[in-house]
């Protein structure tokens, strides 16, 4: 078959099925070509070594359940060691899922906010009822989280009248959310100390999630691009408003750190 005629039948295909076209949008090797062409970053965000950030890294992670679509344990220490170290009273995420990543920060942090699709809005989707009802399972009995259930696309984030010093954005991946979540947590930082993580900006810890950045990179202003990074041994990106020692993030490079880990089960 032809060039020609791969490309007219490509388009065909397409025509007749359009949202084919955002999983060509969101190829990783065409928004990896579409950061480098209008942001350079060729490597990606500058990366800060974990021990930067906590010297005497050490900390539980509690609860954690080891099951699909949870963060890594180094991801939830990440969002505890940022709100113990900045002091933070006032935590908002978006993307709630089991509830695990706000459990982890509610006895650290005074109040939270965790925001997720609606439960009819999941159904109207096709997805699985026990994929439902396991959202908020860690976080629906704590007292200090409030859960909103609102698409992050449609939602009037000036109807929370309050600002935070600590936001996870953990919502959908694709980069026109990724975009708009970002371009609205900006306008919900406290002050100048305030910290924005985005997980997913790895698909492992060091390997770029190139749609992610985009919309991260697309959506955050001009001035504060440079405060962006990638941290050692996470899936997460982060805004912190200072300049950090960081490096090139390069793949299968000499480990400079392990990891203790104590596991110990508890039953539900």
Known sequence: MSKISKALKAFGIIFSKPYLLNHILD????????????????????????????????????????????????????????????????????????????????????????????DDEMRTMGLNENYIKMHRFFSKDLKNVKHLQANSLAFDF??????????????????????????????????????IVWHDYG??????????????LDACPEEKRKYLYHVSNTLCAVYINKELKSSVLMPDQKPDKYFSVHLKAHKI
Request: proline fraction near 4%; glycine fraction near 6%; charge should be negative.
């Open 158 to 195: 000036t109807q929370l009248n309050q600002k935070f010093d600590l936001i996870f954005v953990d919502g959908d991946h694709h980069t026109e959310s990724i975009r708009s979540d970002t371009e609205k947590v900006f306008k919900l930082l406290k002050d100048e100390n305030s910290i």
């Open 203 to 216: 698909i492992g810890t060091e390997t770029i999630r190139w749609n992610v950045l985009a919309g991260i």
């Open 27 to 118: 190829d990783e090797e065409v928004k990896r070509e579409y950061v480098q062409k209008n942001y350079g970053f060729p490597n990606g965000l500058p990366s800060v070594n974990l021990l930067e950030l906590f010297p005497d890294f050490e900390d539980t992670i509690q609860p954690y359940s080891f099951l699909d679509g949870s963060s890594l344990p180094t991801d939830m220490a990440l969002l505890r060691g940022l709100a113990k170290k900045n002091n933070c009273r006032d935590y908002f995420e978006i993307g709630t899922w089991r509830g695990e990543s706000v459990a982890v920060v509610a006895d650290i942090v005074e109040n939270c906010v965790s925001l997720n699709l609606p």
